[in-house]
């Protein structure tokens, strides 16, 4: 079974894409993890490796590849903003989490232990640029959601009723 799980950053994707992972018993595959080590390695900070991935398009087609490359060998969530877009052809079942901007900016302030208007400002960057290096390199609308199997909107639901709402949608339902 190949699950997708896409959204913004701080909608819940990384959370609930390991406890489905545990729930179902397979593999979990981050690429926003994967970019945030990558920026580290270059001892950058998510917002100048941003920047600098605006001019080396190679970053984000290689990550893009990879996680083709990972989907093709079965069983697993796959969490990243493009995954139900670029494995649609290959997923099971493609999740969106969303969430509004003031919501996963405290989220993910609380998470990184810094000040919502650094981190507020820090995801205007990113998504920005990632809304622009998308449309470019595949012409992909993040704002589009028709490809799509399920979508919650998690910012009013516990962590535990966005994990029971995609594990019974996914029972109910017969996967590859």
Same mark, same amino acid.
């Given at each position: 079974?190949? @699950? /997708? ?13 390991k406890?489905i ?9 981050? /690429?926003? =993890? ?11 900070s @998510?917002?100048?490796?941003t ?26 969530? $796959? ?17 969106? @989490? ?14 990184? =232990? ?19 290096r998308?449309? $470019? ?9 028709? /490809? ?26 017969k996967?590859?």
């Amino acid at each position: 079974m190949i @699950l /997708t799980i896409s959204g913004k950053h701080g909608s819940g994707k990384s959370v609930i894409g390991k406890k489905i992972a545990l729930a179902l018993d397979i593999k979990y595959y981050s /690429t926003g =993890q994967a970019f945030r080590d990558l920026a580290k390695e270059m001892n950058m900070s @998510l917002e100048e490796f941003t920047q600098y991935v605006e001019n080396h398009p190679e970053i984000d087609q290689e990550l893009d590849k990879k996680i083709v490359e990972i989907a093709k060998k079965r069983d697993i969530i $796959i969490d990243s903003q493009l995954s139900g877009h670029i494995l649609q052809n290959i997923a099971d079942f493609k999740i969106l @989490l969303k969430c509004p901007l003031e919501t996963r900016v405290k989220r993910m302030a609380d998470r990184d =232990q810094t000040s919502y208007d650094e981190k507020l400002k820090e995801t205007k960057v990113r998504e920005k640029s990632e809304q622009e290096r998308f449309k $470019i390199l595949y012409d992909i609308d993040l704002e589009d959601n028709k /490809t799509y199997d399920l979508i919650i909107e998690t910012e009013n639901l516990s962590i535990e009723e966005v994990l029971n709402k995609i594990l019974s949608v996914i029972s109910s339902i017969k996967l590859k």
